[in-house]
């Protein structure tokens, strides 16, 4: 096993006034004690703990700073001036901050920040678009949470989260090795994933139909319930009752996931082909902005749930471009229509397809394109490799 490591970015979104203060005075109280300890030669824990003890911060941030001063003075990394500059951020141990998740909410991500020994801080937070698998793996205990800064840079807070994950060691194999895997996320549905034989025939489909109806239904029931608690002004029924149903919703995608990946082990040399976040889908319409921005909600997790439990296991992934990947036909590359969301039906009258269950088609399609994806990269290489020849001739 090795361990990847990961330090997330997080923004801490518009803080009041009371919680901006609290985040500036632990900032300072922090800045004081480091200086003193710093000055005061505490070249160990122990010293360092009798100096900061008589400061007004969290256990955590004391703890963090007896092992940073001591680190500091060994290795004369700073001085005097740099410390009293303030610059340096506020340290945590990783027992003390939290994550909590309400994708309900416009800002779905908190976090709490200690402030002192019986007082901290629930603040929103937005965590770098890129960094998402690794955010989920730490929500759901499939990483380590390791040591917790806050920072203020340009008028903006952020917390900084070192993060672990064990991962398996891949093999290299060539592409040609690879067992490449369509997953298609969609919304009849949740997952599709199949690959295909050596006759070039899907092998062994499976679908998660069942799972994208009770996440349907979950979604339209959190709608109604909530709205009519709002129209009761209760508010903090309707939040509980939507954190209920989340957690429901959250708990499937986490299942799935797993279920996918564990499909791609049974698999000689697997690799996942999953559509690209960065592209939107073209099929994503379905209804009212609330309910295709949660659908985008559960699309982007199970992506990033995906991608990390495979990283886990060693297994490569591959994004590619999923345009009119459920317009396409995978046999003959025409396009079709769908008359029901699960049905695709080509529109070349000589393809045998016909008609063709829509997911299952949308994951052979992303085979195709990431092979696709390969035979343009070794023609790019190659031509580029006879140019070099030539210029050298001449």
């Not at 009752?241 to 797993?258: K, N, P, Q």
């Not at 697997?270 to 319409?285: A, G, K, Q, S, W």
Request: hydrophobic share 30%.
């Amino acid at each position: 096993m090795d361990g990847l490591t990961e330090t997330l970015t997080l923004k801490l979104v518009s803080p009041n006034a009371h919680k901006e203060s609290k985040l500036r005075e632990t900032k300072d109280e922090y800045q004081l004690a480091l200086h003193d300890a710093f000055t005061q030669n505490c070249d160990t824990q122990g010293k360092a703990n009798d100096v900061v003890v008589e400061y007004d911060l969290s256990g955590y941030a004391k703890n963090a700073l007896k092992q940073y001063v001591p680190n500091l003075l060994d290795g004369d990394t700073y001085g005097a001036k740099e410390l009293r500059d303030g610059d340096h951020p506020v340290r945590f141990t990783n027992a003390g901050p939290k994550l909590d998740h309400k994708p309900q909410n416009a800002i779905e991500w908190y976090v709490k920040i200690p402030h002192h020994e019986d007082y901290h801080l629930w603040l929103p937070a937005q965590p770098r678009s890129n960094q998402r698998e690794w955010l989920e793996a730490l929500y759901h205990g499939d990483a380590k949470m390791g040591e917790c800064q806050l920072i203020k840079r340009d008028g903006e807070w952020y917390f900084h989260v070192s993060t672990t994950m064990e991962v398996e060691q891949s093999s290299s194999v060539s592409v040609a090795e690879q067992t490449p895997i369509g997953v298609d996320i969609g919304e009849a549905a949740l997952a599709t994933v199949c690959h295909r034989t050596e006759c070039d025939s899907p092998a062994n489909p499976t679908l998660w139909s069942s799972e994208g109806r009770e996440v349907r239904r979950l979604r339209e029931t959190y709608f109604s319930a909530v709205k009519r608690l709002q129209e009761r002004d209760s508010e903090r029924l309707a939040e509980e009752y939507g954190d209920e149903l989340w957690t429901r919703i959250d708990d499937i995608l986490h299942t799935v996931s797993s279920d996918i990946v564990e499909y791609a082990q049974q698999v000689d040399n697997p690799l996942l082909v999953i559509e690209d976040l960065i592209h939107i889908r073209e099929n994503m319409d379905y209804g009212g902005f609330i309910n295709r921005r949660l659908h985008g909600w559960a699309f982007a997790k199970l992506h990033a749930q995906i991608t990390y439990k495979a990283k886990e296991r060693g297994i490569p992934v591959e994004t590619v471009d999923p345009a009119y990947t459920s317009k396409g036909c995978h046999a003959c590359g025409e396009h079709g229509y769908r008359p029901r969301q699960a049905v695709f039906t080509c529109s070349n009258a000589e393809c045998w397809v016909g008609e063709y269950q829509a997911d299952l088609n949308a994951a052979l399609n992303l085979i195709e394109r990431y092979y696709a994806s390969c035979e343009s990269h070794v023609r790019t290489d190659s031509e580029f490799s006879s140019d070099e020849k030539e210029a050298a001739v001449t």
